[in-house]
């Protein structure tokens, strides 16, 4: 299937053509035009002004807007306004059917294979061989540096994977999905790296994102966000949400552990990447419901598990669901936070209370309740999430709180109430001592 991506420094081009630029007296069928364009509203079968029309464009709008960040009012109003006239990437957002916005997307096409080669048929007349060729080639690294895929750059007669070429075709990059993987830029505009011109690496970043198979973001700052990446990303930084993407097409053999924040997002971290993904939970569950009482992991066979209310939803090693079965007996308290230690060794906490949970029978163990203030000390009550971290350590979140677990001397080791897990966990341990 045909991608356009399309990027303009000064005003929007779409498919080659100037179009009005948007006031919020712009006449409605531009506006439907552009909702159309990026995936908002259906093709309508008429554009006239009429009640359906009305409600059609006040939806698509809506949606817009919440998959966007903006107030959601269904109106022209001058932050759409604002955000519609920004540059941006001319390929489709992919919003959920309700609306609700979808962080990264993939499963636009796949390669079947993990090692591609890239050929430059046709370099530019702006910028020097040397440049484009070490500009792509850290484009490319953007990706493979974090994913299971090898991407070369080939030269001579034989056919490449990915074709780029630098033409003159009125629309700033052209790519496609796999497996056809096709890169055109328009050698009319005014590239460069680094100065005052296009800037040819992030932008080229975003389009092997695409080549790759990755739709769009709607998570502000991360590569695959639509809005001007130039601008927005200049160094081509991948965001965990980013992270989430490639790997979810490319990923490494990993460990994996989750954890759940605010209920419908989830926390992943893994022992290669660390923060992997902050995200809603639906992108990557199908089929989840909102707002899950408590979840773990196996480790035995990384199938994921959710309580909700009275029943557990099974997950495999994929992701996909498996089963969903009714638990047989009533927990002391509501689920709060559960964690894995071994396929046999289950934990689920209350608000006060923690007990273990037997996977085959469905139903708490015989005699394992306990207070979490005598079982697991140093441990407030009412936390959030907890993630079990082989071999002996747990981490309990409490709002912006963490404390580490020590599960042999059964202590707290390091957290507690003035720990920031924000500043502190997420950053400094996730990220720079797991990489």
Same mark, same amino acid.
């Given at each position: 299937?045909?991608?356009?991506?399309?990027?303009? @420094?000064?005003?929007?081009?779409?498919?080659?053509?100037?179009?009005?630029?948007?006031?919020? #007296?712009?006449?409605?069928?531009?506006?439907?035009?552009? =909702?159309?364009?990026?995936?908002?509203?259906?093709?309508?079968?008429?554009?006239?002004?009429?009640?359906?029309?009305?409600?059609?464009?006040?939806?698509?709008?809506?949606?817009?807007?919440?998959?966007?960040? !903006?107030?959601? @009012?269904?109106? =022209?109003?001058?932050?759409?306004?604002?955000?519609?006239? @920004?540059?941006?990437?001319?390929?489709?957002?992919?919003?959920?059917?309700?609306?609700?916005?979808?962080?990264?997307?993939?499963?636009?096409?796949?390669?079947? +294979?993990?090692?591609?080669?890239?050929?430059?048929? *046709?370099?530019?007349?702006?910028?020097?061989?040397?440049?484009?060729?070490?500009?792509?080639?850290?484009?490319?690294?953007?990706?493979?540096?974090?994913?299971?895929?090898?991407?070369?750059?080939?030269?001579?007669?034989?056919?490449?994977?990915?074709?780029?070429?630098?033409?003159?075709?009125?629309?700033?990059?052209?790519?496609?999905?796999?497996?056809?993987?096709?890169?055109?830029?328009?050698?009319?505009?005014?590239?460069?790296?680094? /100065?005052?011109?296009? %800037? !040819?690496?992030?932008?080229?970043?975003?389009?092997?994102?695409?080549?790759?198979?990755?739709?769009?973001?709607?998570?502000?700052?991360?590569?695959?966000?639509?809005?001007?990446?130039?601008?927005?990303?200049?160094?081509?930084? !991948?965001?965990?949400?980013?992270?989430? /993407?490639?790997?979810?097409?490319?990923?490494?053999?990993? %460990?994996?552990?989750?954890?759940?924040?605010? %209920?419908?997002?989830?926390?992943?971290?893994?022992?290669?990447? /660390? !923060?992997?993904?902050?995200?809603? @939970?639906?992108?990557?569950?199908? /089929?989840?419901?909102?707002?899950?009482?408590?979840?773990?992991?196996?480790? +035995?066979?990384? &199938?994921?598990?959710?309580? *909700?209310? *009275?029943?557990?939803?099974?997950?495999?090693?994929? =992701?996909?669901?498996? #089963?969903?079965?009714?638990?047989?007996?009533?927990?002391?308290?509501?689920?709060?936070?559960?964690?894995?230690?071994?396929?046999?060794?289950?934990?689920?906490?209350?608000?006060?209370?923690?007990?273990?949970?037997?996977?085959?029978?469905?139903?708490?163990?015989?005699?394992?309740?306990?207070?979490?203030?005598?079982?697991?000390?140093?441990?407030?009550?009412?936390?959030?999430?907890?993630?079990?971290? +082989?071999?002996?350590?747990?981490?309990?979140? +409490?709002?912006?709180?963490? &404390?580490?677990?020590? =599960?042999?001397?059964?202590?707290?080791?390091?957290?507690?109430?003035?720990?920031?897990?924000?500043?502190?966990?997420?950053?400094?341990?996730?990220?720079?001592?797991?990489?």
């Amino acid at each position: 299937m045909k991608l356009i991506i399309l990027f303009q @420094t000064f005003s929007l081009l779409i498919h080659g053509q100037h179009v009005k630029r948007f006031t919020r #007296s712009t006449d409605k069928t531009n506006v439907n035009d552009f =909702l159309q364009k990026f995936g908002y509203m259906p093709r309508l079968r008429s554009l006239k002004t009429s009640n359906t029309s009305d409600e059609s464009t006040s939806y698509a709008l809506r949606t817009f807007q919440e998959y966007n960040h !903006l107030p959601v @009012t269904g109106e =022209l109003d001058d932050k759409t306004v604002k955000l519609m006239n @920004t540059p941006r990437c001319g390929m489709q957002d992919k919003p959920t059917p309700h609306g609700m916005p979808l962080a990264f997307s993939a499963g636009n096409g796949d390669w079947g +294979k993990k090692y591609l080669t890239y050929k430059i048929s *046709k370099s530019s007349t702006k910028v020097t061989a040397d440049t484009i060729r070490s500009t792509i080639a850290r484009s490319v690294a953007v990706w493979t540096s974090v994913a299971d895929i090898t991407i070369t750059e080939i030269t001579g007669a034989a056919a490449a994977d990915i074709d780029i070429r630098f033409e003159f075709g009125g629309i700033v990059t052209h790519a496609w999905y796999p497996p056809d993987g096709r890169l055109h830029f328009d050698d009319a505009e005014a590239w460069d790296v680094g /100065g005052n011109g296009a %800037d !040819l690496f992030p932008i080229c970043a975003h389009a092997v994102g695409h080549i790759l198979g990755l739709g769009h973001s709607n998570v502000p700052g991360s590569m695959m966000y639509p809005w001007d990446p130039a601008t927005g990303n200049p160094a081509a930084v !991948l965001s965990p949400d980013d992270l989430a /993407g490639i790997q979810s097409s490319f990923a490494p053999a990993m %460990d994996m552990t989750i954890a759940f924040v605010e %209920d419908v997002y989830v926390f992943v971290i893994d022992d290669d990447v /660390g !923060l992997r993904r902050i995200t809603r @939970t639906e992108s990557i569950f199908s /089929g989840i419901f909102y707002n899950p009482d408590a979840a773990f992991t196996n480790p +035995k066979t990384s &199938y994921t598990y959710f309580i *909700k209310g *009275k029943y557990v939803y099974e997950f495999d090693y994929n =992701l996909d669901p498996v #089963s969903r079965n009714m638990i047989t007996e009533d927990f002391p308290e509501d689920p709060h936070a559960a964690f894995a230690r071994s396929e046999n060794e289950i934990y689920i906490f209350g608000a006060t209370k923690v007990w273990k949970f037997d996977l085959q029978t469905k139903s708490v163990v015989p005699g394992s309740e306990s207070l979490i203030k005598d079982a697991f000390k140093g441990v407030p009550d009412d936390i959030d999430a907890a993630i079990y971290d +082989k071999p002996n350590r747990v981490y309990f979140f +409490k709002e912006l709180s963490y &404390y580490v677990y020590d =599960l042999e001397t059964n202590s707290v080791t390091e957290g507690g109430p003035e720990y920031d897990a924000p500043a502190t966990f997420l950053q400094d341990k996730c990220i720079s001592d797991d990489q």
